[in-house]
């Protein structure tokens, strides 16, 4: 639209409502930075008895950018949350600097991630919902936001809390040092310390896909085989280390976990008539946990068999057959030898459901 070619009353209009709208941000503005931007860093820094070092160091781990030097950027509550990180390492040496600005790049990254997704999620809804263009849904999702924040801020430290819990309770889990592998091939990482079932799954021809649908259909069949593969993760008691669009990275705390997982992922998208055909690789081994990823060759190697995997199976290695075969939960096809990259000569199985009843997405 072109204003030049409004009438006045138009653009009086047109003026009210862009107003209206600077109002509403700055209102929601303050609300979620607890009053307006009255402090400056070192002023903040003062008041939270930190340097203006330590402050900053806080804020870039949070993923603030930089604010120049006597500007007012901050307000009561950047004091307090400043406050509450530089005093964990000085409460007994409770921790070091370093561990107290990891776990504050946590919640960054995850909050920074979180809200971007969250916007995008309210945006698509008043596009479809209302037929708004892009800029209007992002204009009356700050209204839709004021109405929802508490809530939101609600569920998000329960949320936390309870996966906390959750974590805590897997540190208690036992499994047998012979289920650990400790003596399998060379490339396999036995130093580590986490004995976890480690999956990916994708969709098969993704990119030719995505080549040929619109925007609004690829994001539809994105974010519906990430709510398939999000269920039937949380379902089995699983874990999604991340998304990279047509592909889901998880993990598991027991060789048969991480099977039922891949094999109901594969018969869940399988089922779905919208969805492409997909693959899953998984395997059983020790890895390394940092900065919420996974790392170490038993990732590598779950990695290299959904690669490889032909669309529509499951595929594992024999250890990690070997290991759930125990029962007759689930079937395994004939060993095949293949070289995987960087890992050398492999012996691998396709699975498929034996007795193991299927898993109940209750959703």
């Known amino acids: 639209m072109d204003p030049d070619s409004l009438s006045e009353d138009d653009r009086k209009q047109l003026e009210a409502t862009v107003e209206h709208l600077r109002e509403a941000a700055q209102h929601l503005e303050d609300e979620l930075l607890g009053g307006k931007r009255q402090l400056t860093r070192a002023e903040v820094a003062s008041l939270a008895n930190a340097s203006v070092r330590s402050a900053r160091q806080v804020w870039r781990a949070l993923g ?58 309210l945006v698509e809804y008043l596009s ?157 081994g020790k890895v390394l946990s940092r900065m919420g990823d996974i790392f170490g060759s038993t990732v590598n190697l779950a990695a290299r068999l959904v690669a490889v995997a032909e669309p529509g199976t499951v595929l594992t290695d024999w250890d990690t057959a070997h290991i759930i075969s125990r029962t007759d939960d689930y079937v395994f096809g004939d060993r095949t030898e293949l070289h995987l990259k960087g890992l050398g000569d492999v012996s691998v199985v396709t699975m498929s459901r034996g007795t193991a009843p299927p898993l109940s997405i209750d959703v």
Do not use: C
């Not at 500007?71 to 950047?78: L, M």
């Not at 309870?162 to 396999?188: C, D, F, H, I």
């Open 64 to 121: 603030f950018p930089r604010v120049s030097e006597g500007q007012k950027a901050y307000t009561v509550a950047d004091v307090e949350a400043l406050s509450d990180v530089v005093n964990m390492t000085r409460s007994d040496d409770l921790l070091d600097d370093e561990t107290a600005l990891t776990l504050a790049r946590a919640i960054g990254q995850t909050s920074d991630r979180l809200v971007v997704w969250q916007m995008e999620a």
């Open 128 to 284: 479809d919902t209302k037929g708004l263009s892009d800029v209007e849904a992002r204009a009356q999702a700050i209204a839709l936001f004021e109405k929802i924040v508490d809530p939101l801020q609600d569920v998000l430290v329960y949320a936390w809390r309870r996966n906390l819990s959750n974590a805590l309770g897997r540190l208690n889990v036992n499994v047998p040092t012979a289920l650990a592998m400790e003596n399998r091939q060379g490339w396999y990482d036995s130093s580590m310390p986490l004995a976890r079932a480690i999956g990916f799954a994708d969709l098969v021809s993704y990119t030719r896909l995505a080549q040929q649908m619109e925007p609004k259909e690829l994001a539809t069949m994105v974010k519906r085989f990430q709510n398939i593969a999000y269920n039937v993760v949380a379902t089995g008691g699983g874990r999604v280390i991340k998304t990279i669009g047509d592909e889901i990275f998880f993990s598991a705390e027991t060789p048969h976990a991480g099977a039922e997982i891949a094999l109901t992922l594969s018969e869940r998208l399988k089922e779905d008539e919208l969805m492409p055909e997909s693959r899953v690789g998984f395997a059983w």
